[in-house]
T-cell receptor, first 113, second 112 residues
Framework: DAKTTQPPSMDCAEGRAANLPCNHS???????VYWYRQIHSQGPQYIIH???NNETNEMASLIITEDRKSSTLILPHATLRDTAVYYC??????????????FGKGTKLSVKP | ETGVTQTPRHLVMGMTNKKSLKCEQH?????MYWYKQSAKKPLELMFV???????ENNSVPSRFSPECPNSSHLFLHLHTLQPEDSALYLC???????????FGPGTRLLVL
């Protein structure tokens, strides 16, 4: 089972920031927070990941709370092409079944004009 | 993105057919994966290969037979499938098994 909790759906206005929350209250010290998204019927796309510190790349920012029990993915200027299901996943960064990606149901983000 | 490619993109097969799905990665990765995504269900890991060796089989029925001839290619051989096997089959790769996985576009399979 997925070790994260996400809202099933969210709406965002085009051009505004989309803030997608994720709860992972049982996260272990050696587990990373990963975000992927899946546009309808396509393969999941890697977005970003982090351990403790906030991270930013060309796609998004990841804000992890100090106690690491929750995080927020921020898309700074959402476009219609950002409409997708967003998955928050926690995993250890080493091999074996504990390092597997366990996908939950994610958050369906709808960006509206 | 063309780092991980999958062919065919769509496949329709009868229950008595034999077909194969192909995945190729152009990222120099050492680990490759097969996932299944059925309608309305989360992605499920099927197989993991690391340096061409199968390291994980997630209780997948024997009618699905994976093959990894080298670190760049991964196949999924299909034989006597059932209609409930209709799904999106996704391939992924990573540098090492602990690193970030990158997915292909998937093969949409319909079993009649």
């Amino acid at each position: 089972d997925a070790k994260t909790t996400q809202p099933p759906s969210m709406d965002c206005a085009e051009g505004r920031a989309a803030n997608l929350p994720c709860n992972h209250s049982t996260i272990s010290g050696n587990e990373y927070v990963y975000w992927y998204r899946q546009i309808h019927s396509q393969g999941p796309q890697y977005i970003i990941h982090g351990l403790k510190n906030n991270e930013t790349n060309e796609m998004a920012s990841l804000i992890i709370t100090e106690d690491r029990k929750s995080s927020t993915l921020i898309l700074p200027h959402a476009t219609l092409r950002d409409t997708a299901v967003y998955y928050c996943i926690v995993r250890v960064a080493y091999g074996g079944s504990q390092g597997n990606l366990i996908f939950g149901k994610g958050t369906k983000l709808s960006v509206k004009p | 993105e063309t780092g991980v490619t999958q062919t065919p993109r769509h496949l329709v097969m009868g229950m008595t057919n034999k077909k194969s799905l192909k995945c190729e990665q152009h990222l120099g990765h050492n680990a490759m994966y097969w996932y299944k995504q059925s309608a309305k269900k989360p992605l499920e890991l099927m197989f993991v290969y690391n340096f061409k060796e199968q390291t994980e089989n997630n209780s997948v029925p024997s009618r699905f037979s994976p093959e990894c001839p080298n670190s760049s290619h991964l196949f999924l051989h299909l034989h006597t499938l059932q209609p409930e096997d209709s799904a999106l089959y996704l391939c992924a790769s990573s540098g090492e098994v602990e690193e970030t996985q990158y997915f292909g576009p998937g093969t949409r399979l319909l079993v009649l």
